[in-house]
């Protein structure tokens, strides 16, 4: 089993940048593919980016490409989410998840962190 645990989130002005990070125990990230997800009140969630285990392959929801950057550092059990140029409709809680391939759809992804919250005030 992956244990994963997401840490970075916090609050932000409009325009501003964070870094969240996934961090996995228990497991390596090995073979696994990362993605992210947000879900805000009121509203489903929402793919935002995965990365093959590999790292050689990226996705990106249309909503934050450009301004977000998923990458993986093996040394450190470690996945990131780079967001840049934040936008009050970035504001949810961010989870990170584990799954065969890096698909856009959550029930592909097998294990889950309990999510880090993101607000960004305009």
């Known amino acids: 089993q992956v244990q994963l645990v997401e840490s970075g989130g916090g609050l932000v002005q409009a325009g501003g940048s964070l870094r969240l990070s996934c961090a996995a125990s228990?497991?390596?990230?090995?073979?696994?593919?990362t993605g992210w997800f947000r879900q805000a009140p009121g509203k489903e969630r929402e793919f935002v980016a995965a990365?093959?285990?590999?790292?050689?392959?990226?996705v990106y929801a249309d909503s934050v490409k450009g301004r977000f950057t998923i990458s993986r550092d093996g040394a450190k059990n470690t996945v990131y989410l780079e967001m840049n140029s934040l936008k009050a409709e970035d504001t949810a809680v961010y989870s990170c998840?584990?799954?065969?391939?890096?698909?856009?759809?959550?029930?592909?992804?097998?294990?889950w962190g309990q999510g880090t919250q993101v607000t960004v005030s305009s």
């Open positions: 998840a584990v799954g065969r391939s890096p698909t856009v759809l959550s029930g592909d992804y097998v294990y």
């Open positions: 990365i093959h285990f590999r790292g050689d392959s990226t």
């Open positions: 228990g497991h390596t990230f090995g073979y696994w593919a």
